[in-house]
């Protein structure tokens, strides 16, 4: 996607293309993952830093602005994610790496106090901070960013992504024009999907719930390889765990438990209320299991998958935890018949 926003966002970027000098100092994108929040951002501060933008208020891509943002050192833009805090941790201190951080650190907050205290790079300029997740602020960082935009400098503008706006502090959110990011209609969904290659894209897209890039990302696009163990789960109390166990870890465990935990959702919704979210195409196999399974025993399964999910990248014995999770779940089956 070179500077355009996807097609489902094209009235939103023409209100907010319009806005000109309207437009408030710190804005909040706030919707699920997977409708393309970011690189809408990205393309908004790209626009915003562009010295020549068209008349649909995209970035021209040619002018040394531009040029700057592509090669990601424009003096005038921040990113803050919780990559760039592990990627310096990392560098600092290698023989302790535990994988990617989870939180913006108050560092980096801080460090935002030089950048924005400088005059953009030129006359009338914007400067421009764009942070994603805004959930991964901590309390420390959240509350460092607070007086920023309180008390926000001369032509500084921030741009907060957030896929868990109940996470963020209410201060901060009352401080942001608050934006509803749009979500695809199924029809749009679907033809971009097939637009870039995505076979089966109607499964991909019930198992993404309705997240068109979320579904392009899942599990390299490869239905097949998620039918497999859909397939596996669909057997109920008659799936062989030891055998299913190795299928399962070969994808990774934070893969298999979210395959586990989106069963399982389904499974649940399925028994209480004939509602399927994620594998519509699978709504008989669901129907099926839903008569046979202890609600009590269903309930507490879930549980332990929220709780398995917390320690998916911890250098376990994945196999066997895998192992342990599948023989639990062929026994919710009370009432199903094993050969």
């Not at 299913?244 to 990774?252: D, I, L, M, T, Y």
């Not at 979210?277 to 202890?294: E, F, I, M, P, T």
């Not at 994945?318 to 009432?335: A, G, P, V």
Request: proline share 5%; charged share 25%; with cysteine.
């Amino acid at each position: 996607m070179k500077d355009k926003v996807y097609t489902w966002q094209n009235d939103l970027w023409r209100q907010l293309a319009s806005a000109g000098d309207r437009r408030h100092h710190a804005l909040l994108l706030r919707g699920k993952r997977g409708i393309g929040k970011f690189d809408f951002a990205v393309q908004l501060s790209k626009a915003l830093l562009c010295e020549v933008p068209d008349a649909r208020g995209f970035a021209c891509d040619a002018c040394p602005s531009c040029n700057w943002f592509n090669q990601s050192n424009h003096p005038d833009y921040r990113l803050l994610t919780p990559e760039q805090d592990a990627a310096e941790d990392e560098d600092a201190a290698p023989a302790k790496k535990t994988g990617k951080k989870s939180q913006i650190s108050i560092s980096q907050v801080r460090e935002l106090g030089d950048f924005l205290e400088l005059a953009s790079h030129r006359s009338g300029g914007v400067r421009i901070v764009l942070i994603h997740p805004a959930e991964a602020l901590n309390a420390s960082s959240a509350n460092a960013l607070l007086k920023m935009l309180e008390e926000p400098p001369p032509s500084a503008m921030f741009i907060l992504v957030t896929h868990q706006p109940q996470k963020l502090l209410p201060t901060i959110m009352s401080r942001c024009h608050k934006i509803d990011m749009p979500v695809p209609t199924r029809q749009d969904a679907l033809a971009w999907l097939e637009q870039h290659g995505v076979a089966e894209a109607e499964p991909m897209l019930e198992y993404a719930g309705g997240s068109p890039l979320a579904a392009r990302d899942s599990l390299d696009n490869d239905a097949g390889k998620l039918s497999e163990l859909w397939k596996s789960l669909a057997r109920g109390a008659r799936m062989d765990a030891f055998s299913s166990a190795p299928q399962f870890v070969s994808h990774g465990m934070e893969i298999a438990i979210t395959v586990l935990q989106k069963w399982v959702y389904d499974l649940l919704a399925t028994r209480l209320t004939g509602q399927i979210r994620y594998h519509a195409s699978l709504q008989g196999a669901l129907q099926g299991l839903a008569k046979s399974v202890d609600l009590g025993l269903l309930l507490d399964y879930q549980r332990k998958l929220d709780e398995a999910r917390k320690s998916a990248t911890h250098p376990l014995n994945n196999e066997m935890q895998l192992e342990s999770l599948l023989i639990q779940y062929t026994q919710l089956f009370l009432t199903q018949t094993k050969p």
